[in-house]
Each structure stands twice: as structure tokens, then as C-alpha cells.
């Protein structure tokens, strides 16, 4: 079908990368009339069906962004990877792009992000540059061991991310990391006891509304498990969301925003790291919040007051559906799943299933945490993407 | 974009129609990774933005059903008035379509909708097929007046009703609804206290679950507000259940299906309509219930188990946002109407405004139906289509 403009119930969001964020964003933002156009490197993508018009190019092409900016009012995004210099070109010829530009150079790139921080007084783990691998050894023998080697950029789901044990091992993370390419950091490496995160969303206007804080459960360095509200005393929960808000204010971030927390034995909270983006942390809001994370960022883009991040349930829970192995995208254990009463399945419509790939998630409410885990599970324990 | 075949997550839905009920089926469709296919007369419609392929042709022409047809694993509508014959064509061609071509013949006929319902015993005010004018003043002697005149087939939000407050006003009202030229019944009217409404999906395999039974308000006899649960006692509302079951059961319908239900100053139930689709007073399901009636509908055609249909909450309340003259169809208020929390809004995306045109919807939720009627008001009063 062709692209072909029509008087306007409603702004044109436009969203560059198409996966499960753009999709959810795409839903939230077609309850309020408004038109998606979504500029993606795949033909296929979670988001192909839910948008008025699809762009297939490199989002890191100024010219392809430029064919984005022409067809929209606002322009977001789905992931921190976008070339923040091509965004800013954007930018210069008078697109609205929200989080700016200057916002996704200092996101993306993870050291700068932490000095960042670190420069509006919020509590880090210990990092410094290593522009060699000496460099990094001395980190080490400065934060202690293990030590985390990180590449700047490009990393997610601990991709980019080595855990080192001692100075033996630093050579081969090195190695394994391509440091002599790549820039890479080194940070503290934290014994938690629990990791946290916050959505939170921030408009142009300053305003922001943050969610509940939650628990996160990762296994291989993936979210997996998702618990709000997280079991905190008040006074901890206080204190991360307020570390929380001031991160994202202290980045310019203007949309939905995750902040990634550790919690210390000790009770400290520190920042992880910052999503510039909707968040895997933040799905069981669709169910489980007055507003979702996804309305609320599309909320804000086009600058409108912002909804109640209030549970809708004293408790929510999400579990992510990794493929498992080699498979269609189809789900084995369906109806099963279906029939377990109170679980929110979402799948995202991504083929074919490879281990690892988050095909898609499921949310329960219920009175207590545990009880909305056991629903969750249930369901989740249904379904099987892929064969092992 | 063109329209490429690929390794599907889940079936493909099939929908005749566009309108809202098309978009808010095709969004609860794509939750599961369901691509919709639209067949739709208008170029631009609610759903456009939604179906990954969407054809432009005349859901009446068999040759359009067939393109779809061949596009989709199972047909479904969001109206009642495709011609049964043409469904009946795309059936006999090995198409999957719910609901059956033989139900829709019965309800699109209303007629043969209020027989049939009669047939299996079911309370419905006394009709009659009225071939002339003389017979409907007959009718009227019979009955009582005022009698409603309707028309069998066609008519939607009393367009193709009269009600005659005498014989002599008779002519008139057969001139007006065309008498010699439409088919007419005549019916009872029933000075009801209040105008009730269940929404029921059954299921292939003749599981069926229903909604809470909601009180409706009309205006201009177009539904306004829906108010979940209705005022009612227990005893009343578990007569009207399990009326509206046994009608949809009479129909053999499949998929969802709201009945519209008078409740008589004596306390009897009545039907008065059946609709063969999700419908007006279910649209508070979407934040009301566990599992909307859109996702219920979608779980039914493709014979997957249907979800619980319970209240999320104490009460929900919807308002239809009607047009109240010409003007575009994006809405006066917006941001006022956006920063009444608690309040859900939708969009439809229609363009341009119209009197009396159905251009969005709001719902909340609350402790008592007053509370949410309270804030569903608050925000719709702020909100405005059209110029009066």
C-alpha cells in the first residue's frame, strides 16, 4: 500500500528500529490515533504490522533519517545505538528528536555516560578509562578483582561486558573484547545483593513520573524476571527512585527512561546503567500500571501531560520468553498457556526463534508478588520457542 | 509496501471492516504476533495504520472475500451487514469464517433474528412481520402503541426504527422507512427502566464465557455510556447472563457477541438485539477486564481458550466521544482531557469530524461505577470534536 497523507486525528510518531520496544511503543501511540512510521535495517520486524508506513534503510544514514523526519512530527527510537552525530543532523534541519541528540552521545557511550554521573554527584561504581590493557591491569590492582573490562559502546544484555577475575585473565578479556579496536573501561565490579531498576518518564516541560521500583532477576546477563514493587524497605526505595530521577535529569533525557541499579550488601544504591529508551524492566506496566511505560513515552515525545505510573494490582510480575534454540517463531505450549487464567501473554512475532532471543514475555497481576510469579511461571513454563 | 509471505509466529487474521472495532481487534491480535489483513471500502480508515496488508474493494463482492480469503487464516467482521450469501461463496471455498455465514444470516435479518430467538424460547418483546401497511396498523391494535416499525435489515443506532405513537401516524412512518420498498416487522414497545447489555464470546468447542452484565445509557439511541456492573439485583443480573447465553447459543454464534437486553419496570429481561461482533458496550473491557473483548474474540476464532472475563476493578465506566459537527478529527481539550488521571482515552483516528460520528472513547476505573463515572466524565468533558 502506498504512503499517502490524510487530514490528521493525531501527530505521526516516528521510530526508528522496529523490534518488540517499537512495536509496544507503535500500540500505545495507535490508541491515540496517531500514525507510526518506523525506519528499520530488517524487511520483517516485530513492528512491520503496526506501522502506517515502514522505512527499510540504516537508521545510521543521516539520508535515511532524513526520509524518517520528512514523513513524522517527532522522531524517537528503540535503541541507544543510533549514531548520535546523524541524529544531531537531524536535528539541524529542524526535526524534533526526542531524546536529543547530545542526550544519546552522552548514553552511548558508557563512559561518558558514568561521568556524567559522577559529575552530578550520584553514586557509581568506581570506573576509569583504559586506554591499555596496563591500564586496565592497574584498575584492578586499584578497584580490586575481579574487575569488569566494558566496551564504551555498542554493548547490551553483557555483550561488551568481561568479568575478570584477576590480572592473569586480563590479557585474554582484553583480547576477547578487541581492545586495541575497540575503547574500552574499566569499572568496579559489584557484589550486589539485589539489581534494581526504575522506569521512569521526563517530558520537554521537565516533568517526570517515575514508576515503582523493581526487582530484576538476570540470568546470562538477560533480563529475565520482572517484580514490582520490589521488596525494599520504604526509606531504599525512596532513595532509588530519587537517585533514579536525578540520573535521567542529569543525561537531558526527555521519553521513558530505565535506570539499572545495584543494591549493595551494604544498602547502598548505585547506578548500573541508563536506558535512553522504553525498557525490558518496564513491560509489566502495560498490565500492571495505570499508564504504561510505552503511553507515557509517547506521552512525552509530543510533549502532553504525562499518566498515573500507579499499579493497577498490589503486585506485577513479567517473565521473558527466550528462544531456547533453532525454531519457528510459533510458540510450542500455545494453548496451555492461554488457559492459564490471569497471564498476559505478549509475543512478539519475531521468526525464527534462535537461543537467547527474546521472542516475548508474559505478566500476571495478583495481591502479592508471589502470587502474581506463580501465574506468571505457570504460563511462561507453557511456552517453548525453539528446540534445545 | 508490498505484501510479503513470511515464516508466521501465529496465524493471520482476516478482518471486513476498518472501522474501530477492526483497530481495537487488530491490536489485541498483534499482542499475540498475529498479522491482520484488512478489507475495508475506504482508503483510510481506523485500521489502516494496523493491518499489515489492507485491501481497498466491497466486502459484499465474493471475488473481494476470496483475495482476503486467501490472504488469511480466518475471516471475521466488525459489522453485521455483509451479505450472508457472499460468506456463505468464501465458506463453501474452504475459508474459515466466525461467524458462520448461517448465523450471520439469522442476525443480519432482524426478523429472523427475533424468530429464531423465540424459537428457543427466549423472552423477547411480541413482533410480527408486518408485508403491508395495513398489517403493521394491525400490529399496533394488537400490541398496543406506540409501536416500533423497523426495518429487517440494515438498520444500526435506531437508524431504521420508528416508533408510531398512533394509527394515524402509521403512513407516515412507512413512507419514512420505506415500506414498499424495505421489508418491515413491527414490535412491542417495552417502557423499559433500563437498557442492559452483556458481551459473550463462545468459543468453536461451545465453551463460553461471559462479561459482567452493564448497564447502558443512550442518547439519540446511540450508546453513550456504559457503566460496569450494572446496578442490579443479583438474582436479575444472573437471569440476564444466562439469557444472553442462550441467545447467542440459539444463533450459534462464535466469536464475541453482545446482547442488548431491556430490563422491564417488572423486573423480566428481554432482548432486544443481538450483535454478531464485539461491540459499543464492551469497549470497557480493554482496561475493565482481564481479558478484553477484542483479545476474547481473537482467542475464539482461532479456537485458542478463552480468557477470564473479570473486573480488574470495583467498576468500570466508558463514554463514546461523539462528533458534535464538521471539524477535523483531532480533538479540542486534548492535553486537558490527557492530564485527568485515571483516565483511559481513545482515539479513533476518524477523519473529519461529523455530528453524532463516534470519533474516540474514554474508560476509568474505580471503587464504585460513580467514581469512574466521575472521572470518565471529568476527562470527556474536556475533549470536543468538531465545531457545533
Known amino acids: 500500500m502506498q504512503f499517502q497523507p490524510k487530514q490528521k486525528a493525531a501527530p505521526t510518531l516516528g521510530l526508528i528500529g522496529g523490534g518488540q520496544l517499537a512495536k509496544m511503543t507503535a500500540q500505545a501511540a495507535s490508541q491515540f490515533g496517531c500514525d507510526v512510521v518506523v525506519l528499520e535495517r530488517n524487511q520483517h520486524s516485530p513492528s512491520t504490522g503496526l506501522a502506517s508506513h515502514y522505512l527499510v534503510g540504516d537508521w545510521d544514514d543521516p ?73 586496565a591491569t592497574a584498575a584492578g590492582d586499584k578497584f580490586g578483582w575481579p574487575l569488569l573490562l566494558k566496551k564504551r559502546r555498542d554493548g547490551y544484555d553483557g555483550k561488551g561486558n568481561v568479568t575478570v577475575r584477576s590480572g592473569i585473565e586480563l590479557a585474554a578479556a582484553w583480547e576477547k573484547l578487541n581492545g586495541d579496536a575497540n575503547a574500552l573501561f574499566a569499572e568496579e565490579f559489584i557484589p550486589f545483593q539485589k539489581e534494581l531498576a526504575v522506569m521512569i518518564t521526563r517530558s520537554q516541560h521537565g516533568e517526570s513520573v517515575m514508576y515503582p521500583v523493581v526487582d530484576t532477576v538476570q540470568f546470562d546477563h538477560i533480563c529475565h524476571i520482572v517484580k514490582a514493587p520490589a521488596a525494599l524497605p520504604d526509606a531504599v526505595a525512596a532513595r532509588a527512585r530519587d537517585v533514579a530521577r536525578r540520573a535521567v535529569e542529569a543525561v537531558g533525557g526527555i521519553g521513558t527512561f530505565g535506570v539499572e541499579l545495584f543494591l549493595t550488601s551494604d544498602d547502598r544504591v548505585l547506578i548500573n546503567e541508563l536506558a535512553p529508551r522504553v525498557h525490558n524492566s518496564g513491560h509489566y506496566t502495560i498490565e500492571g500500571c495505570v499508564t504504561s511505560q510505552f503511553e507515557n513515552h509517547v506521552r512525552a515525545v509530543f510533549g502532553w501531560p504525562l499518566g498515573s505510573t500507579a499499579l493497577r494490582a498490589p503486585a506485577a510480575v513479567m517473565i521473558n520468553l527466550l528462544g531456547v534454540g533453532p525454531g519457528p517463531g510459533e510458540p510450542f505450549g500455545w494453548r496451555e498457556a492461554l488457559a492459564v487464567e490471569g497471564a498476559a501473554l505478549h509475543i512478539y512475532g519475531k521468526s525464527p526463534s534462535a537461543r537467547g532471543r527474546k521472542m516475548g514475555h508474559v505478566t500476571a497481576l495478583g495481591e502479592t508478588v508471589e502470587a502474581a510469579l506463580a501465574t506468571a511461571q505457570r504460563a511462561a513454563n507453557c511456552l517453548r520457542f525453539g528446540n534445545a
Open 63 to 135: 539520508a535515511e533519517l532524513l526520509k524518517l523526519g520528512a514523513l513524522v512530527d517527532v522522531v524517537t527510537l528503540e535503541n541507544e545505538f543510533v549514531d548520535a552525530t546523524s541524529l544531531a543532523e537531524l536535528e539541524e534541519r529542524g526535526h524534533l528528536v526526542w531524546p536529543t541528540a547530545a542526550t544519546m552521545r552522552t548514553v552511548q557511550d558508557k563512559l561518558g555516560q558514568k561521568q556524567a554521573l559522577a559529575d552530578a554527584s550520584l553514586p557509581v561504581p568506581r570506573f576509569c578509562d583504559t586506554p591499555t590493557a596496563a591500564e
